[in-house]
């Protein structure tokens, strides 16, 4: 086992159980501090495999800003817990059960079907997925998905106001 | 169709209008005549039949050059298995004589029935109804026609047929009147029927012959019949049997002749034209026409004539004890009748023939004749007034009846004329023409059958008397009411036909004068191209004397026993206080219409009013249809309605409806509402996609 | 890092399959969409081992749009839910039955 396969495996973990905690907390705050350790691990995990760039936007962007935006509206509906009426006898067994089932076929896929070796890590140079790399193509390549991107997330950002707006004449302030 | 006929020169082919022109007559008067009166009616009527009469002599003219005559076929008629009979008219000399004299003598009796008539419905208070008449006169001919023309027995039959609805609908032509108001049409219904027993017999020889020979046609049956026949057993007799059946029937003989006494309740054309001269004269044309099949059957033959001569004898008897003219006129045809129908039986088919054209040219002028006096007393009792006439009898004036009638000589001198030729014709006083004739069947009579010829001889002497009778009565002595004191005579449009049939009754024994006469055998070899050879009467001096001097005598006896006064109404009969009770039966003519009703009559409606009442409306109707086929019919629908369609198949259509709410109640409940239950659908699609890639 | 691609893509189905369990059996609506963050999340893992594996930087470039994607969605997606709160109160997404049949 290199030192590679250990920090693999710690990260591994806390993203696993992190994931889980989050799928088992009751409180949503604490749901979403664990997602967000997640994806802090996860970021750790790209910086490791030659992503910087993406490793700091998951941060920034994901852990910092959706994250908090999940905060925010947690806390604006007071929505920390939910009623423990038990609906739904068969879903929960049913979905964990599937779930694995799942897991087991994409493991299949994984190790099975598809041959591959370890990447080298000489192959790759510095520069690979560096900013200024991903820059480049983003502003060549792809540049027309880029533009579209900052499209949507204009309409997105349209959307959210008026599905919050309030109706006209039932707030005597706008 | 009928352009095709063997070479006999184009003429035979216009013989099929001797049948269409008086359809077309009839047809023309059906649609027009009323519209356009009685003149009208009376020339399309009477020049139709002439026109019959000018085609029947282009066939004579043609049969001059080809004297075995031809057949002109019109149409395929019957065409099933091996039956197939056409229609072709057979133009022989037989049938060509035949269609002489039918058209004939109607167009003579045509002329007289515009008059007539004309007289007639005023007297029954329809005018309208002259129209009629004379269409039922034309469809009349063009059935004789079809009948003496067919060249099978079907085709004779069709026609047969069509004579007797015919005869029908002339005899009930004043359906209404009568006696107790229904008296003319119990007179047609009782002449159809009779008719129809006698058509039965032809029916069933037409099936034998058909059996037997395997065709209907005249000309194929009588060469099978002569080559098998003799080894067919009695088939030939009982074909010749019922085909005397047949004639039985429609010539008025023993004991079938019932009808023709009643039919005189038609008017008087009528009478002299069907009941004298033409329809009653269809039976000896079959029996003259068939006669191949009676020469292989002498048993039959023999029985014809027997028949025959019984008949003349008996209706001779008759005639002498009635009191209306026409009456005595009928039991007289049915007495000639049977003289015809004993020549034929005898193998005389010449001379029955013979007497058949001189029988219908006096007959019908005696009839005619007849009907002028009745005009003539009918005008009388209107000029009297019917206040006097009403005033003076209980019941109403019957101008038929001879003793009413007296003086008429004086009165009415035309008629008298013409009414003393016919009779004496009919009584064989020569040289008129029913010498002629009766002598040359008396003289083949003897030659062949003594106790026929005395049958027939008696019958002479009879003839003779009832018909001197007959003439004292109507035309001598004093007129015995004012009816007969006021009778006028009639127009010419009467008269003139009477003096036509006049000069025929007279002159028509040229037709077939005896040997050593210049012209004789005229009708003989005229006849023998058609009956094959024919033995020529001989004139037999000893019958012709006996027969002549007989026919004084007996007008000596009526003088003698009328001459001195006839009876009026109310008064015996002189013959009565000689002949006494035999007087009486000959008065109600032996009571035989009596007989035949107890014997028949009765017990046949009885039978049908059983049939009809019990067995069909109380069993059948009552019983069967509605008790069983109407309840259980209902029964069965009621079952099928409720039992069956209610339950097993609007329960089906039910039942149906139901599982599909219940599948869908229970697919419904797939419709959680739950997202996340879609969202576990979605992955168990999901998973289950995988496994069948991987693992598949 | 020299950890094979298999190790990598297995941690990415595994974080993926709890995320499906998570939104399935979550029922608070805030918590299910943060599952569905983290199945993106291990879609995105598996995009960057790969773009490793084949040294071609797109699989980042797809990263980045997936990212910026995800955001709007988030976005929008709370906004509905802050909707639908105002009318039902109550994040219980078993509560939004309406389509029930």
């Known amino acids: 086992m290199t030192t590679d396969t250990w920090i693999f495996l710690g990260l591994a973990v806390i993203a696993i159980a992190s994931a889980v905690s989050m799928l088992l907390s009751r409180n949503a705050i604490y749901s979403a501090l664990f997602l967000v350790l997640n994806f802090v691990a996860v970021a750790v995990l790209y910086l490791l495999l030659h992503a910087a760039f993406i490793a700091l936007v998951q941060v920034t962007v994901y852990a910092g800003a959706i994250m908090v935006l999940f905060l925010f509206v947690i806390m604006l509906l007071g929505a920390e817990r939910v009623g423990a009426e038990r609906t739904l006898k068969w879903q929960q067994p049913a979905a964990v059960i599937l779930g694995v089932f799942l897991l087991v076929e994409m493991v299949y896929v ?9 990447a080298p890590a000489a192959i790759l140079g510095r520069m690979f997925g560096s900013p200024p790399a991903v820059g480049m193509l983003l502003f060549s390549d792809y540049l027309l998905p880029f533009e579209v991107t900052s499209v949507l997330l204009l309409a997105a950002m349209v959307g959210a106001i008026v599905l919050t707006r309030e109706e006209r004449g039932e707030k005597a302030a706008p | 169709m009928f352009l095709e ?4 020169g184009g003429l035979f082919a216009l013989a099929p209008w001797v049948i269409f022109l008086p359809v077309l007559g009839l047809l023309v008067n059906l649609a027009f005549g009323r519209r356009l009166g009685e003149r009208f009616t009376g020339i399309v009527a009477s ?15 043609a049969l001059q050059g080809h004297p075995e005559g031809a057949t002109v076929p019109l149409v395929d008629w019957i065409t099933i298995g091996s039956l197939s009979v056409g229609w072709s008219l057979k133009v022989d000399t037989l049938s060509t004589t035949m269609m002489l004299m039918v058209s004939g003598v109607s167009t003579l009796i045509h002329i007289y029935a515009v008059g007539y008539m004309h007289e007639d419905v005023r007297h029954n208070d329809d005018p309208g109804r002259f129209t009629r008449f004379f269409v039922y006169f034309n469809l009349f001919v063009a059935s004789m026609m079809v009948l003496v023309t067919g060249d ?3 085709t004779l039959f069709v026609g047969w047929e069509g004579v007797g609805l015919c005869s ?21 219904k009782k002449a159809f029927i009779t008719n129809r027993v006698g058509d039965f017999g032809f029916l069933i020889a037409m099936f034998l012959t058909f059996g037997a020979f395997g065709s209907l046609q005249f000309d194929e049956v009588f060469a ?4 098998i026949g003799p080894a067919m057993g009695g088939v030939v007799t009982a074909i010749t049997l019922f085909l005397l059946v047949g004639a039985t029937g429609k010539s008025a003989q023993l004991p079938l002749y019932v009808w023709l006494p009643d039919a005189m309740a038609g008017p008087t054309p009528v009478s002299a034209l069907i009941h004298a001269a033409t329809m009653v004269t269809a039976g000896i044309y079959m029996i003259a026409r068939t006669h191949v099949l009676f020469a292989l059957a002498p048993a039959s033959a023999n029985l014809v004539a027997w028949v025959g001569g019984l008949t003349a004898l008996f209706a001779a008897t008759i005639a002498v004890g009635q009191y209306d003219i026409k009456k005595v006129l009928a039991y007289s045809t049915i007495s000639q009748l049977g003289f015809m129908v004993a020549a034929v039986g005898l193998g005389a088919y010449v001379a029955g023939m013979f007497h058949l054209l001189t029988h219908a040219f006096f007959k019908a002028l005696l009839f005619l004749s007849a009907g002028s006096v009745i005009l003539g007393i009918e005008g009388g009792h209107h000029r009297q007034g019917h206040h006097a006439a009403h005033a003076a009898h209980g019941e109403p004036f019957d101008p038929q009846d001879m003793r009413n009638m007296g003086g008429l000589r004086e009165r009415m001198p035309t008629t008298f004329l013409v009414y003393l030729v016919g009779a004496l014709a009919l009584a064989g006083i020569p040289p008129l023409a029913g010498f002629f004739s009766k002598d040359e069947i008396l ?12 049958l027939l001889t008696a019958a002479a002497f009879l003839t003779a008397f009832y018909m001197g009778r007959q003439l004292l009565m109507v035309f001598f002595g004093p007129a015995r009411t004012e009816a007969a004191a006021k009778a006028p005579e009639n127009p010419p449009i009467i008269t003139f036909p009477l003096i036509a049939l006049a000069v025929l009754a007279a002159l028509g024994g040229l037709l077939n004068l005896p040997a050593g006469l210049p012209a004789a055998h005229g009708l003989t070899l005229w006849l023998e191209h058609t009956l094959g050879e024919v033995h020529p009467g001989e004139f037999v001096t000893l019958v012709a004397l006996v027969s002549t001097g007989l026919a004084l005598v007996g007008l000596a006896a009526a003088w003698l026993t009328y001459g001195r006064g006839s009876p009026a109404l109310g008064q015996p009969d002189p013959l009565k206080r000689v002949l006494g009770p035999i007087f009486v039966a000959l008065e109600n003519k032996y009571w035989v219409d009596e007989l035949y009703g107890i014997l028949v009559v009765r017990p046949y409606t009885a039978l049908s009013r059983f049939l009809a009442e019990v067995v069909e409306w109380r069993w059948w109707h009552d019983g069967f249809h509605d008790a069983v086929l109407a309840r259980g019919f209902r029964g069965v629908t009621r079952w099928l309605a409720w039992g069956f369609d209610l339950p097993v198949i609007d329960g089906a259509a039910n039942r149906l409806a139901t599982w599909t709410q219940q599948a869908a109640g229970l697919l419904r409940r797939v419709q959680t509402g739950y997202v996340r239950n879609y969202a576990l659908s979605v992955l168990i699609g999901l998973v289950l996609f995988l496994s069948y890639i991987l693992f598949a | 890092m020299n950890v094979p691609n298999d190790y990598l893509l297995a941690l990415s189905a595994v974080l993926f399959a709890l995320g499906i369990v998570g939104v399935l059996v979550r029922r608070n609506a805030i918590v299910v969409f943060m599952s569905i963050e983290l199945m993106l999340n291990a879609a995105n893992l598996a995009l960057i081992s790969f773009a490793r594996e084949s040294q071609d930087l797109i699989g980042q470039v797809f990263v980045f749009f997936i990212i910026a994607v995800a955001a709007a969605e988030v976005a ?3 906004a509905l839910i802050v909707a639908i709160f105002k009318t039902k109160h109550s994040i219980d997404i078993d509560q939004v039955s309406g389509l029930r049949g």
């Open chain 2, 5 to 8: 006929t063997e070479a006999g």
């Open chain 2, 443 to 454: 003289a083949d009579a003897s030659r062949v059958n003594p106790a026929i010829y005395a």
């Open chain 2, 152 to 154: 099978s027995f079907l």
């Open chain 2, 224 to 227: 099978r019949a002569e080559e």
């Open chain 2, 168 to 188: 029908y609908l002339l005899i009930g032509f004043w359906y209404e009147k009568g006696k107790d108001g229904i008296g003319n049409a119990l007179a047609g």
């Open chain 1, 110 to 118: 994984f190790f099975v079907g598809v041959e591959s070796e370890p």
């Open chain 3, 76 to 78: 929008v997606g709370l």
């Open chain 2, 47 to 61: 020049s139709a039949i002439g026109l019959a009469f000018g085609v029947a002599l282009t066939q004579f003219f």
